[in-house]
């Protein structure tokens, strides 16, 4: 029909999906999807040449023909699920049916997004939905196997204490007779079982490898049984033999304490908790005995009973039937010691003789078993197990596999939230039979070779198929690859013989059943065949629906109409994506501009909680560099550039935060943010090195649609007339709040420039909403001072922010009065200001006319002492903010501020840090503190010098014990030890544990050391107030951060915490420590876990 040109219309008929359409999950819920049949490898498969060739004669095999309806057998189950369902579940329940094809597990890859994944899902499951758990686990035939499979999955990311520790809860919550537990061969033992063989593998080989192989390669016979032997002195030998066997292993089991592995330590302790919680009844000596004899009959006993699965035996042809008994008596009398009983006459009456090495042993093993819980009880967590790879693919396809056979009970047997937060995981990981399926379609040799190219070059596969195509006048018959971002041609060797970007694609066409075509936006286009051309666009459309910003694809796909429903209703791999999809599109520009993907990027998109303040700040000061050749901690423009790229379409976050960071190289990206971004609603680029902003600017003004722009922050940035001209036409224009031009103008030419933008405003008499301005650093002449003095009053009314420190002026005294007529200011910053005769009468009058002024900052002035104490005492605010940091002071000075602040009781935040007050001043000034019972924030950094630590500490004390209030407490150390408090840091920190009001902690600097490091994790212990901490550049060790970080695992409070990166580092330079970045980590995963 199709020769003659007679084929019906529905077939040639194409449906085109443009560009810029709306694909995210569709509403089609029911479909007809072709399916291709299941293939074995043991079967003969005609290659796509031959099946072409095929198709041509007439003679293409049945199975590879159109089907008018699907030919794979769906199995029929029946479902759990008895009520309405979301497309999502609908789509994930039916991921159980079907036939997967015929290969080796081990020759499957999973890539390390889908191990996370699987990672990540059963954390969830963990925290969230244990029931989940108990589903997968309630088939015994796979149990034991399952459970090493999670393990093992668990263990590569640290969560395998956590996965064993619910599984033994769940079999506490299951039993109200402690006699009961754990008897049974469950799924709770068979993890704990697994995971002691996995944490002690190394104890059980050294310590007790040489004697049972000793044993079983001996011809001694323990055979006590007169049943079995008949020759009564052979039977007293026998005897003796089993006596001296016993004392040697109990003293080995008792002797080797030391080496007991730290997991299985850990493993006691919490067994030992919860047997607490759930036999409390139970006294301390029975519940150390449960606990001891749980380790002995799960981990060391096993290993002499079976000891060819621990690898103290290599092949279980060397034990002999004469050995395996000796073994088995053993281990008898092994279990009996552990679990405190005797032999009786009714069961084994030929064992009773070993009541007397019970006898003598039971008191060792129960001051053993004592030990155990007793040792492990502040064991560090940290120390249980290192990061492994996975490399074994085999128990990750059993899990997923369970998985998808279990996926209709588990969103029948659970709550909407649960089951639809597993679908989510589910779409990520995708079915079971569609990555059997796609590896099945190949030969086993070249199952292996594709693993290998996947693995070499860290490429995840989500669809692979047999194509055929022409590249550069070559003819190949090879491998197509469906990767998260790029199309992947492989030829017959595995070389990579074309790779295409999402990015690059305009059109996707597949016309028939057996061809297709990409069509690229440079106007070239691969044209190829395949079989499984829908499943490949399929695959296509899951993987790159990220990379685009609302699942709108940039590519079109044209099919015929009758294919066309199979591709509305396509989830995305990356069902998780927060922040309005960011990390998706992200890692696609990284990978389109060949920029390896920023691990600190990452972390902080996912760690993002959506809803919670400051959620919707792309806070860039969280990133650190990856560049080994960028020798700034912060990302390099080359590493910036994808993040711009996806801040473009991005409608999730109103803030944009960079500061320190060259941009130079970013500008083009800069440009096309703020032509292009409709939700940004503040900028902070503060010192980026660019210096075209005059163009940038322009370009908002010209380009940008909703100009929702509010708050400009271009601080550190040197700024020339042109620039500053389009700064004041866009405050004038787009109603601007804020703005920062600290240390951007240079000369008093651009400040002109600036100010004559305001001209007209103040002609017309038009009131601008500008409620901040900051203009530190600023240099300006005294025309532009008298236009600040004289009109700004005019033009800003409802100014409340002013910035006016350290300017270059002739008279820094003449800038106190640009503050008149300015009645709404709550902000003053007059830092570096110097107070003459001429002017020392005006600054405390104008102050007092500032009825709103709420935070005054004077860093750095020269004020006299009579005027100081008449400001302060001018403060009208209930709530004061007084900063007099980098001030100094003679005796009178102190006293004076001293009886100053007794007066104003109304101040809740000082700053009185780098000042010469010293240690006596200091205790003067906390002694005037103590009566203030409103104070919240104290900084008194930099302030000591040790020549009295005595009564400063008794002052600091005191006043910590009085301080009710206090929330922020700012107390840096200075560079020498004498500025420092050192081991007198333990008394304080040890105060604040008692403090129910603390917020942030400042304490770097202070060379406190391990010791200091272990009051700090007690407090992290029990603080549920402290969210903010600084702690680095204390001359910490390695015992010291890991105390930290195992108490950051129990905190629950703490979302902002400051990496010790400089204690690392000292640590890596004298050799001490090569896994900074391992606890790094840890600290980074527990705050992100909190909230961040």
Request: net charge negative; aromatic share 8%; with cysteine.
């Amino acid at each position: 029909m199709q020769k003659a040109g007679n084929l019906p219309k529905q077939y040639t008929e194409k449906e085109k999906i443009v560009a810029g359409t709306d694909m995210s999950n569709g509403s089609a819920k029911t479909q007809q999807v072709e399916t291709t049949p299941t293939q074995t490898t043991t079967e003969k498969k005609p290659t796509l040449a031959e099946l072409l060739a095929m198709q041509k004669a007439g003679t293409l095999p049945n199975e590879f023909q159109k089907q008018k309806a699907p030919v794979e057998e769906v199995v029929k189950r029946e479902s759990f699920i008895h009520r309405e369902i979301s497309e999502i579940e609908e789509e994930v329940s039916k991921y159980g049916d079907g036939r997967e094809a015929q290969i080796k597990e081990e020759n499957l890859y999973y890539s390390e997004r889908e191990l996370t994944v699987l990672q990540n899902m059963f954390e969830f499951f963990m925290k969230k939905a244990p029931n989940i758990l108990s589903t997968m686990f309630s088939n015994r035939d796979k149990a034991e196997e399952l459970a090493d499979a999670v393990l093992n999955l668990t263990y590569s990311k640290r969560l395998a204490l956590d996965f064993v520790s619910q599984m033994l809860k769940e079999e506490f919550e299951t039993h109200t007779d402690s006699h009961s537990l754990f008897r049974e061969n469950t799924s709770a033992t068979r993890v704990a079982k697994s995971f002691l063989a996995k944490v002690g593998r190394k104890y059980l080989l050294d310590i007790y490898k040489p004697f049972v192989q000793e044993i079983i390669h001996s011809d001694i016979s323990f055979e006590i049984d007169d049943h079995r032997e008949t020759d009564k002195e052979k039977l007293e030998i026998n005897k003796q033999n089993l006596f001296k066997a016993c004392r040697k292993l109990f003293d080995l089991v008792i002797d080797s304490f030391d080496l007991l592995p730290p997991g299985v330590k850990l493993l006691a302790r919490i067994f030992n908790e919860y047997a607490a919680q759930f036999f409390g009844e139970l006294s301390d000596d029975a519940r150390n005995s449960l606990t001891g004899s749980f380790i002995m009959l799960r981990y060391i006993n096993p290993a002499i009973f079976s000891p060819e699965k621990y690898g103290i035996v290599d092949d279980p042809k060397e034990i002999s039937m004469s050995g395996r008994r000796n073994l088995i008596l053993l281990s008898k009398v092994l279990q009996n010691l552990s679990n405190g009983v005797k032999f009786i006459q009714e069961k084994e009456p030929f064992m009773l003789p070993l009541n007397v090495i019970l006898d003598e042993y039971l008191d060792k093993f129960k001051r053993y078993f004592r030990r155990i819980v007793n040792v492990a009880k502040n064991f560090p967590f940290v120390l249980v197990v290192e990061e492994t790879a996975i490399t074994d693919m085999k128990p990750i396809a059993l899990i997923h596999k369970e998985l998808c056979e279990r996926a209709d009970e588990i969103i029948g047997t659970s709550s909407i939230e649960i089951s639809e937060e597993f679908c989510k995981y589910m779409v990520s990981l995708g079915k079971y039979s569609d990555k059997t399926h796609s590896f099945g379609e190949f030969k086993e040799e070249i199952q292996i070779k594709l693993k290998e190219f996947l693995i070499k070059n860290k490429h995840e596969a989500v669809y692979i198929s047999s194509f055929s195509c022409e590249i550069n006048g070559n003819k190949i018959d090879g491998i197509l690859v469906v990767t998260l971002h790029h199309i992947v041609i492989l030829d017959q060797s595995f070389n990579v013989v074309k790779e295409i970007h999402v990015f690059d694609i305009q059109n996707v066409t597949s016309a028939n059943k057996m061809g297709m075509s990409f069509k690229l936006k440079d106007g070239t286009s691969l044209v190829g065949e395949t079989i499984h051309p829908d499943q490949i666009i399929i695959a296509m459309l899951r993987s790159f629906k990220s990379s685009f910003a609302d699942g709108v694809y940039g590519f079109v796909v044209d099919v015929p109409s009758h294919r066309s429903a199979a591709f509305k209703n396509v989830f995305s791999l990356q069902t998780f994506n927060t922040c309005g999809g960011f990390s998706g599109i992200y890692n696609a520009f990284c990978t389109y501009k060949k920029v390896p993907i920023n691990e600190s990027v990452q972390a902080f998109i996912e760690g993002t909680k959506e809803g919670l303040e400051g959620a919707k700040e792309l806070n860039c000061l969280m990133f650190n560099t990856t560049d080994p050749n960028n020798k700034n901690d912060a990302m390099s423009p080359t590493e910036f550039q994808p993040v711009l790229s996806a801040l473009r379409t991005n409608k999730y976050f109103t803030k944009l935060n960079i500061e320190s960071t060259s941009l130079v190289g970013c500008e083009e990206e800069l440009k096309k943010v703020l032509e292009d971004n409709e939700t940004l609603e503040c900028i902070r680029l503060n010192d980026v090195g660019i210096k075209e902003w005059d163009t940038i600017l322009c370009a908002y003004i010209e380009k940008n649609k909703s100009h929702n722009i509010k708050e400009i922050d271009l601080g550190n940035n040197k700024l020339e007339s042109k620039a500053l001209a389009s700064l004041a036409q866009i405050i004038v224009k787009y109603q601007i709040n804020k703005i920062n031009l600290n240390h951007c103008i240079s000369n008093d030419k651009s400040i002109s420039s600036f100010f004559e933008g305001f001209q007209e405003c103040l002609e017309k008499k038009i009131h601008l909403p500008l409620t901040s301005l900051k203009l530190e650093g600023a240099k300006m002449g005294n025309e532009s001072l008298d236009f600040m003095t004289n009109q700004f009053a005019k033009i800003f009314p409802n100014l409340m922010e002013l910035n006016l420190s350290n300017l270059d002026v002739k008279n820094s005294g003449e800038v106190v009065n640009v503050l008149k007529g300015l009645n709404f200011l709550v902000q003053v910053d007059l830092s570096g200001i110097s107070i003459g005769k001429k002017t020392e009468t005006g600054l405390a009058k104008i102050i007092s006319t500032l009825n709103n002024l709420k935070e005054l900052r004077l860093r750095n002035c020269s004020i006299p002492a009579t005027v100081l104490k008449e400001v302060i005492e001018n403060l009208k605010s209930s709530e004061v903010i007084l900063d007099l940091q980098g001030m100094q002071f003679d005796d009178e000075g102190i006293n004076s501020l001293a009886e100053s602040i007794k007066i104003n009781k109304n101040i809740i935040s000082f700053d009185i840090s780098q000042t010469n007050v010293k240690d006596k001043g200091l205790s003067k000034i906390l002694d005037a503190l103590v009566e203030n019972t409103v104070i919240e924030t104290l900084n008194i950094s930099k302030t000591i010098n040790g020549d009295d630590t005595e009564g400063l500490m008794a002052a600091l004390l005191k006043y910590l014990k009085k301080a009710t209030s206090l929330k922020n407490l700012i107390l840096e150390g200075g560079n020498k030890t004498d500025q420092q408090l050192g081991l007198n840091m333990i008394p304080v920190l040890n105060s604040l544990v008692k403090n129910e009001h603390i917020v942030s902690l400042d304490i770097q600097s202070q060379g406190m050391g391990n010791k200091g490091a272990f009051a700090l994790a007690n407090l992290l212990k029990i603080t549920k107030t402290l969210q903010t901490l600084k702690w680095d550049q204390n001359e910490i060790g390695i015992f010291g951060l890991r105390a930290v970080v195992d108490s950051m695992r129990v905190n629950t409070s703490v979302k902002e915490l400051q990496l010790p990166i400089l204690d690392c580092r000292a640590l890596r330079v004298q050799g001490k420590f090569n896994d900074g970045n391992k606890i790094i980590g840890e600290l980074v995963k527990s705050v992100q876990k909190k909230g961040l």
